[in-house]
């Protein structure tokens, strides 16, 4: 069980998460990742298989910053908005409590929480882009400082996606 203030907590970094992708805050969404982090994006048939391949692998915050100067710098694409809906969090299997504090004050916990990803092409209609679910480490480094993303797994569950996905789920 998440105590009430942390499952708050908790929910707010997810919120902030979405949004900031939504919103296209980029610099707000590196934020909320710690500096030796992971990203991947994989389909669920891989992930079940324990295969390694993933759509996308990003291994540390430097990686998140490079796909970020990717995205606003350098692709050209028909432009859309993406609208993220995450639903409740729980504590995994593997994070059957969150882990107490180091000495230094640091603490994680493992998390799983489903997702929808809506994408809406300018004068079209929205339609679902990807869905799936998240499992998550996530993190407070020291004592008063803001949860963190230390390792955010997409797993998504079709195993067809469109031809390109540009910006993260």
Known sequence: MIEPLLRAELDELYADYGAALDDCRYDDWLDLFTEDCS???????????????ATLSFESKGMLRDRV?????????????????????????????????????????????????????LHQLSEVFNVGRYLDTVVRERPGERLRFAAKRAIFDSEMIPNSIIYPI
């Open 39 to 53: 990203y991947l994006l994989q389909p669920r048939e891989n992930f079940d298989r324990g295969l390694p391949l």
């Open 69 to 121: 100067y990717g995205i606003t710098q350098t692709l050209f694409h028909a432009p859309y908005y993406q609208r993220h809906l995450i639903g409740p969090l729980r504590l995994t299997a593997n994070g059957a409590g969150a882990a107490p504090a180091a000495a230094d004050g640091a603490w994680q916990v493992a998390l799983e929480a489903p997702y929808a990803v809506f994408r809406t092409r």
